[in-house]
């Protein structure tokens, strides 16, 4: 219930921002008004000694989301995918939270397994070991199966994380309606908006069944992908608590000692993550959205492994379209072009000028072209563009900005690899075939077979659904039609009266 009883809650979290010095840095990036300042200080001021003080080696904001437990930090992680709602400065800030909390025991982690899937521990794992990962919202065990002996991981949800996720939650939307009423001003940043996109990650998140799935959907995407692998679910053995998947064995993608050690060639690693992103990105769209170097191993024939599923990104084919065009258009350093498809889209207003946006564009891209490889940054690009968009009226796009995020963090990952990567001349091709694939003649030819085939299934029924339609339009018709012909009656009596009581006043009087 979102009532007055979160006020205790928001106490202890306006009490943690203000003593690790987090209130401040927020307030100063929103520019909060004189109310709000006054609200915050208030809830937090007075009652420091009951806030946590957490890591006094962290940055301010991340050392108060630490401090105050997983749904803080998780909805931190989120906001860092939301820079057009924090700031760029503080998204940065947030992208480093680390996800990594004490292990909940190896006791209820089994009780758990057994619960879900409804047999004993030893009938199913002949060997299980403690955690090897803890995040905010489950942890990760390695384990042999009975079976076969084959290695799985085994994730395992927090006992209990549910509930209070959705006590946190609660709190966070008594929050936000506290900020849309003592800051109207704040109401263009949706506070509300913000938190239902939260929850909904996060409940998403919370159901182990979605992320199995999300991994089974990107495993069929990229089945035959060169040189990427993915662990491959065992539905047999998963369910709402619990997933178990192969065992990912490899070395981390930012261990890039171990890497050269191995033999490992780190600029070609870094070339093929940035061009698997794009290609899942384009031609699939349906993407991971948190593949950081946590998220990636790197295979003993080189090949990339990614797992850990709980956030990925979806967009659809137009807007992949358009995406893969205005990227192409950079590329090309055709402005022009790459103003015109924001108004073909619909992204910019109508009543803008294309060609001054072709110039606010060019703005954006020339100074690409005279840096050495080193200092070209594709997310910087897109950061800038968005920039300019919202200048224009664009108005923001979620999937586009956690698209933008994501190719910050894959940016970042393939950099860290081999700081010397040209990303556009890494991303030229993946973006040039898919444009050749998605736009032109066959792209037009698919286009159509596509209707064909969604008019073939409705073919019986068109006959019904065009007389329906005609019907409809007829029902609407007949009132109107109606209505004017009364009306055209009521005007011939008026004329007629009218005209022959002019007669009678002209003969008789």
């Known amino acids: 219930m979102r009532g007055p009883h979160n006020i205790f809650r928001l106490i202890r979290t306006g009490a943690t921002f203000e003593r690790t010095g987090a209130m401040n840095v927020i307030l100063n990036a929103y520019q909060a008004p004189v109310g709000l300042r006054l609200a915050a ?93 803890a995040a905010s919202i489950a942890q990760v065990h390695r384990a042999k199966l009975a079976s076969d002996g084959a290695d799985v991981a085994v994730k395992v949800l927090r006992p209990g994380i549910e509930r209070a996720f959705r006590r946190d939650i609660d709190a966070f939307y008594f929050a936000a309606r506290m900020v849309e009423v003592l800051a109207p001003g704040a109401r263009r940043l949706r506070p509300l908006d913000v938190i239902a996109h939260f929850e909904g990650v996060v409940l998403g998140e919370l159901d182990l069944r979605l992320e199995s799935s999300a991994a089974g959907e990107f495993a069929a995407n990229t089945d035959s992908d060169e040189g990427f692998q993915l662990p491959q679910i065992n539905w047999s053995l998963s369910g709402k608590n619990v997933m178990t998947m192969d065992w990912a064995e490899g070395i981390s993608a930012g261990d890039n000692a171990a890497l050269d050690a191995a033999g490992h060639d780190r600029r070609r690693i870094g070339e093929r993550i940035l061009q698997l992103f794009l290609s899942h990105a384009l031609r699939d769209g349906f993407f991971h959205a948190d593949l950081h170097q946590g998220n990636i191993k790197i295979a003993a024939n080189g090949d990339v492994i990614a797992y850990d599923f709980g956030i990925m990104g979806r967009i659809d084919e137009y807007t992949r379209r358009v995406y893969a065009e205005i990227l192409f258009g950079f590329i090309r350093r055709d402005y022009k072009r790459v103003a015109e498809v924001h108004f073909e889209a619909g992204y910019v207003p109508a009543d803008k000028d294309v060609d001054e946006f072709a110039r606010a564009l060019r703005a954006v891209g020339e100074p690409i072209f005279g840096m050495d490889a080193t200092q070209i940054s594709m997310g910087r690009v897109l950061t800038y563009l968005f920039d300019v968009t919202e200048q224009f009226g664009m108005e923001t796009r979620t999937e586009l900005i956690l698209l933008q995020r994501t190719m910050v963090v894959v940016e970042g990952v393939a950099r860290s690899l081999h700081p010397q990567i040209n990303i556009w001349e890494v991303a030229k091709p993946i973006v040039e075939d898919y444009i050749k694939q998605s736009i032109g003649p066959k792209a037009l030819m698919k286009d159509l077979l596509k209707t064909a085939r969604v008019l073939s299934r409705f073919g019986p029924k068109l006959p019904q659904l065009a007389e329906a339609a005609l019907i409809r339009t007829y029902n609407t018709a007949q009132p109107n039609a109606q209505k004017h012909g009364m009306k055209k009656r009521w005007l011939l009596l008026a004329f007629l009266v009218g005209g022959g009581g002019g007669w009678l006043a002209a003969h008789f009087i």
């Open 41 to 133: 200080k208030i809830l937090g001021w007075p009652f420091q000694w009951l806030g946590y003080k957490g890591d006094p080696a962290m940055p301010p904001v991340t050392r108060a989301l630490t401090a105050l437990g997983p749904a803080y930090i998780k909805f931190g992680q989120i906001l860092s995918t939301r820079p057009d709602v924090v700031g760029d400065e503080l998204a940065v800030q947030l992208r480093v939270l680390q996800d990594k909390l004490p292990p909940f025991p190896i006791a209820e982690a089994q009780k758990m397994i057994e619960a879900e899937l409804e047999r004993p521990l030893a009938s199913i794992f002949q060997d299980f070991s403690a955690p090897v990962a």
